[in-house]
Protein backbone atom coordinates (compact mmCIF):
# COMPACT_ATOMS: atom_id res chain seq x y z
CA UNK A 1 0.00 0.00 0.00
CA UNK A 2 1.06 3.40 -0.79
CA UNK A 3 2.95 4.81 2.61
CA UNK A 4 1.18 2.41 4.74
CA UNK A 5 3.50 0.13 6.28
CA UNK A 6 2.98 -3.37 8.53
CA UNK A 7 4.49 -6.37 8.94
CA UNK A 8 4.13 -8.58 6.39
CA UNK A 9 3.84 -12.22 8.64
CA UNK A 10 3.56 -12.45 12.71
CA UNK A 11 3.27 -15.85 14.39
CA UNK A 12 2.03 -15.90 18.14
CA UNK A 13 0.37 -18.69 20.52
CA UNK A 14 -2.59 -19.59 21.22
CA UNK A 15 -3.93 -17.89 24.88
CA UNK A 16 -1.36 -15.32 24.56
CA UNK A 17 -1.38 -11.36 22.97
CA UNK A 18 -0.25 -9.82 19.99
CA UNK A 19 0.03 -6.23 19.12
CA UNK A 20 0.58 -5.50 14.86
CA UNK A 21 2.14 -2.42 14.16
CA UNK A 22 1.41 0.01 11.66
CA UNK A 23 2.92 3.51 10.39
CA UNK A 24 1.44 5.74 8.06
CA UNK A 25 2.12 9.17 6.38
CA UNK A 26 0.53 11.86 8.66
CA UNK A 27 -0.03 14.73 5.73
CA UNK A 28 -3.70 14.99 4.98
CA UNK A 29 -4.35 12.29 7.51
CA UNK A 30 -8.25 11.95 8.60
CA UNK A 31 -8.34 8.53 10.29
CA UNK A 32 -7.21 5.15 10.39
CA UNK A 33 -8.86 1.85 9.99
CA UNK A 34 -8.68 -1.68 11.12
CA UNK A 35 -9.83 -4.94 9.37
CA UNK A 36 -9.72 -8.65 9.50
CA UNK A 37 -10.00 -10.84 6.16
CA UNK A 38 -9.96 -14.32 6.60
CA UNK A 39 -8.49 -16.56 3.22
CA UNK A 40 -11.21 -16.56 1.10
CA UNK A 41 -13.50 -14.49 2.72
CA UNK A 42 -14.76 -10.78 2.58
CA UNK A 43 -12.60 -8.30 4.93
CA UNK A 44 -14.64 -7.73 8.15
CA UNK A 45 -14.48 -4.15 9.72
CA UNK A 46 -12.75 -4.02 13.39
CA UNK A 47 -11.60 -0.07 14.09
CA UNK A 48 -11.98 3.06 12.99
CA UNK A 49 -9.49 6.00 14.84
CA UNK A 50 -10.07 9.39 14.62
CA UNK A 51 -8.42 10.55 18.20
CA UNK A 52 -5.34 9.79 20.04
CA UNK A 53 -5.27 6.76 21.89
CA UNK A 54 -6.46 3.15 23.00
CA UNK A 55 -10.04 2.21 21.75
CA UNK A 56 -11.09 -0.70 23.40
CA UNK A 57 -13.84 -3.85 21.56
CA UNK A 58 -13.80 -7.37 23.28
CA UNK A 59 -10.96 -8.97 22.93
CA UNK A 60 -9.36 -6.38 20.12
CA UNK A 61 -8.04 -3.12 21.10
CA UNK A 62 -6.77 -0.66 18.59
CA UNK A 63 -4.38 2.51 18.94
CA UNK A 64 -3.71 5.67 17.23
CA UNK A 65 -0.76 8.17 17.70
CA UNK A 66 -1.65 10.65 15.11
CA UNK A 67 1.89 12.57 15.73
CA UNK A 68 3.99 9.66 15.53
CA UNK A 69 1.83 8.40 12.25
CA UNK A 70 1.03 5.16 14.43
CA UNK A 71 -1.11 2.41 15.43
CA UNK A 72 -1.29 -0.78 16.24
CA UNK A 73 -4.08 -3.56 16.75
CA UNK A 74 -4.34 -5.41 20.00
CA UNK A 75 -5.36 -9.09 20.17
CA UNK A 76 -5.36 -10.48 23.58
CA UNK A 77 -6.36 -14.54 24.81
CA UNK A 78 -5.81 -15.52 21.14
CA UNK A 79 -7.95 -17.75 19.89
CA UNK A 80 -7.22 -20.33 16.82
CA UNK A 81 -9.87 -18.23 14.80
CA UNK A 82 -8.15 -14.88 15.04
CA UNK A 83 -5.60 -16.70 12.29
CA UNK A 84 -6.29 -14.40 9.55
CA UNK A 85 -4.45 -11.60 7.56
CA UNK A 86 -5.31 -8.05 9.57
CA UNK A 87 -5.18 -5.06 7.14
CA UNK A 88 -4.27 -1.13 8.23
CA UNK A 89 -6.09 1.41 5.83
CA UNK A 90 -5.70 5.11 6.19
CA UNK A 91 -8.52 7.64 5.28
CA UNK A 92 -6.64 10.40 3.86
CA UNK A 93 -8.63 13.10 1.76
CA UNK A 94 -11.32 11.40 1.05
CA UNK A 95 -9.73 7.93 0.09
CA UNK A 96 -8.61 4.87 1.75
CA UNK A 97 -5.44 3.53 1.19
CA UNK A 98 -4.68 -0.03 2.40
CA UNK A 99 -1.49 -1.89 3.64
CA UNK A 100 -0.31 -4.88 2.22
CA UNK A 101 -2.08 -6.81 5.32
CA UNK A 102 -0.29 -8.74 8.49
CA UNK A 103 -0.51 -12.50 7.83
CA UNK A 104 -1.20 -13.62 11.81
CA UNK A 105 -0.27 -17.48 12.48
CA UNK A 106 -2.05 -18.82 15.65
CA UNK A 107 -0.28 -21.73 17.24
CA UNK A 108 -1.97 -24.27 19.80
CA UNK B 1 -24.17 -12.85 6.41
CA UNK B 2 -23.26 -9.01 6.29
CA UNK B 3 -26.42 -8.56 4.60
CA UNK B 4 -25.27 -7.09 1.70
CA UNK B 5 -25.46 -8.55 -1.86
CA UNK B 6 -23.27 -8.93 -4.82
CA UNK B 7 -23.38 -10.99 -7.99
CA UNK B 8 -22.16 -12.78 -10.23
CA UNK B 9 -20.13 -14.44 -7.76
CA UNK B 10 -17.91 -15.43 -10.56
CA UNK B 11 -17.50 -13.68 -14.51
CA UNK B 12 -15.60 -15.46 -16.98
CA UNK B 13 -14.22 -13.64 -19.69
CA UNK B 14 -12.37 -12.55 -22.26
CA UNK B 15 -9.74 -9.32 -23.20
CA UNK B 16 -11.43 -6.65 -24.53
CA UNK B 17 -14.65 -7.23 -22.84
CA UNK B 18 -17.61 -5.61 -21.20
CA UNK B 19 -19.12 -6.65 -17.64
CA UNK B 20 -21.03 -5.60 -15.20
CA UNK B 21 -20.96 -5.57 -11.38
CA UNK B 22 -24.11 -5.80 -9.20
CA UNK B 23 -24.44 -4.70 -5.59
CA UNK B 24 -26.90 -4.52 -3.07
CA UNK B 25 -26.66 -2.89 0.06
CA UNK B 26 -27.85 -3.62 3.50
CA UNK B 27 -31.47 -2.20 4.23
CA UNK B 28 -30.67 1.45 5.64
CA UNK B 29 -27.34 1.73 4.33
CA UNK B 30 -27.34 4.92 1.57
CA UNK B 31 -23.44 4.22 1.13
CA UNK B 32 -21.51 2.01 -1.05
CA UNK B 33 -18.03 1.58 -1.46
CA UNK B 34 -16.34 -0.77 -4.23
CA UNK B 35 -12.92 -2.42 -3.68
CA UNK B 36 -10.79 -4.17 -5.97
CA UNK B 37 -8.25 -7.18 -4.53
CA UNK B 38 -5.32 -8.60 -6.24
CA UNK B 39 -2.88 -10.90 -5.44
CA UNK B 40 0.14 -8.09 -7.04
CA UNK B 41 -1.79 -4.88 -6.06
CA UNK B 42 -3.54 -6.35 -2.33
CA UNK B 43 -7.13 -4.30 -1.56
CA UNK B 44 -7.79 -1.29 -2.97
CA UNK B 45 -10.51 1.41 -2.79
CA UNK B 46 -12.20 2.80 -6.06
CA UNK B 47 -14.94 4.34 -5.69
CA UNK B 48 -18.44 5.67 -3.01
CA UNK B 49 -21.76 6.97 -3.56
CA UNK B 50 -23.56 8.14 -1.04
CA UNK B 51 -27.54 8.26 -1.85
CA UNK B 52 -27.12 8.11 -5.54
CA UNK B 53 -23.87 11.06 -5.68
CA UNK B 54 -20.55 10.18 -6.23
CA UNK B 55 -19.03 10.87 -3.31
CA UNK B 56 -14.73 9.74 -3.01
CA UNK B 57 -13.28 8.46 -5.57
CA UNK B 58 -10.00 6.11 -5.15
CA UNK B 59 -7.82 4.36 -7.47
CA UNK B 60 -10.53 3.70 -9.99
CA UNK B 61 -8.95 3.55 -13.60
CA UNK B 62 -10.93 5.65 -16.29
CA UNK B 63 -12.03 2.46 -18.12
CA UNK B 64 -14.12 1.99 -14.97
CA UNK B 65 -17.09 3.37 -13.80
CA UNK B 66 -19.82 2.99 -11.05
CA UNK B 67 -23.29 4.01 -10.43
CA UNK B 68 -25.96 4.10 -7.49
CA UNK B 69 -29.87 4.05 -8.52
CA UNK B 70 -32.44 5.32 -6.71
CA UNK B 71 -33.00 2.00 -5.02
CA UNK B 72 -29.62 2.35 -3.69
CA UNK B 73 -28.29 -0.75 -5.47
CA UNK B 74 -24.78 -0.12 -7.47
CA UNK B 75 -23.17 -1.77 -10.79
CA UNK B 76 -19.60 -1.14 -11.24
CA UNK B 77 -18.41 -1.22 -14.97
CA UNK B 78 -15.57 -2.56 -16.31
CA UNK B 79 -14.65 -2.24 -19.86
CA UNK B 80 -11.63 -2.96 -22.23
CA UNK B 81 -10.84 -5.40 -20.02
CA UNK B 82 -7.13 -6.37 -19.66
CA UNK B 83 -5.23 -9.48 -17.84
CA UNK B 84 -4.54 -7.35 -15.25
CA UNK B 85 -8.07 -6.92 -14.40
CA UNK B 86 -8.68 -9.85 -12.95
CA UNK B 87 -9.28 -9.98 -9.10
CA UNK B 88 -11.74 -10.00 -6.52
CA UNK B 89 -14.16 -7.25 -5.99
CA UNK B 90 -15.61 -6.22 -3.17
CA UNK B 91 -18.71 -3.88 -2.53
CA UNK B 92 -19.35 -2.61 0.86
CA UNK B 93 -22.00 -0.45 2.07
CA UNK B 94 -22.33 1.34 5.82
CA UNK B 95 -23.38 5.16 6.94
CA UNK B 96 -23.02 8.31 6.11
CA UNK B 97 -20.10 8.71 7.54
CA UNK B 98 -16.42 6.96 7.20
CA UNK B 99 -16.64 6.20 10.85
CA UNK B 100 -20.08 4.10 10.12
CA UNK B 101 -18.70 0.68 9.96
CA UNK B 102 -18.37 -0.79 6.52
CA UNK B 103 -20.16 -4.13 5.60
CA UNK B 104 -18.90 -6.33 2.93
CA UNK B 105 -20.47 -8.44 0.75
CA UNK B 106 -18.84 -12.08 -0.76
CA UNK B 107 -17.30 -10.68 -3.77
CA UNK B 108 -17.27 -11.24 -7.37
CA UNK B 109 -14.30 -13.45 -8.56
CA UNK B 110 -13.42 -11.72 -12.39
CA UNK B 111 -11.08 -13.64 -14.58
CA UNK B 112 -9.71 -12.40 -17.54
CA UNK B 113 -8.46 -14.38 -20.48
Known amino acids: GQNIDQPTEMTATEGAIVQINCTYQTSGFNGLFWYQQHAGEAPTFLSYNVLDGLEEKGRFSSFLSRSKGYSYLLLKELQMKDSASYLC?????????FGKGTRLHILP | DSGVTQTPKHLITATGQRVTLRCSPR?????VYWYQQSLDQGLQFLIQ???????AKGNILERFSAQQFPDLHSELNLSSLELGDSALYFC????????????FGPGTRLTVL
Open chain 2, 92 to 103: ASGGSSWDNEQF
Open chain 2, 49 to 55: YYNGEER
Open chain 1, 89 to 97: AGHRDDKII
Open chain 2, 27 to 31: SGDLS
